[in-house]
Nanobody, 126 residues
Framework: QVQLVESGGGSVQSGGSLRLSCAAS????????MGWFRQGPGKEREGVAA???????RYADSVKGRLTISKDNAKNTLYLQLNSLKPEDAAMYYC????????????????????WGQGTQVTVSS
């Protein structure tokens, strides 16, 4: 049974940083596409970053240069480093995984991921 558990969310001031983690079980990071999505109040869930099985990374234009996705295959853990946070980054952040080696060009679509975590909340005050 695949299970994803996020942690690391919290409340920070604008310009601050956080590091989110996603502990995975039931499969191996080295053979899956994994991603981070977020959903703000009243908004649709959107993809912010994804990482292929071979480590290739993909980012939404709105977060390039500020957010970094990475993974540790030995620990079966996915990370999202959030820097220079803005109030518009405040959202529930979700970890997602899917049984494909490449996340592909449509990685930011929610329907392309089969497995989801419960989310971790990020709050940014101005």
């Amino acid at each position: 049974q695949v299970q994803l558990v996020e942690s690391g969310g919290g409340s920070v001031q604008s310009g601050g940083s956080l590091r989110l983690s996603c502990a995975a079980s039931g499969y191996t990071n080295s053979r899956t596409c994994m991603g981070w999505f977020r959903q703000g109040p009243g908004k649709e869930r959107e993809g912010v970053a994804a990482i292929d099985a071979d480590g290739t990374t993909r980012y939404a234009d709105s977060v390039k240069g500020r957010l970094t996705i990475s993974k540790d295959n030995a620990k079966n853990t996915l990370y999202l480093q959030l820097n220079s946070l803005k109030p518009e980054d405040a959202a529930m952040y979700y970890c997602a995984a899917d049984w494909r080696m490449s996340c592909g060009s449509d990685w930011s679509r929610v329907r392309t991921f089969e497995y989801w975590g419960q989310g971790t909340q990020v709050t940014v005050s101005s």
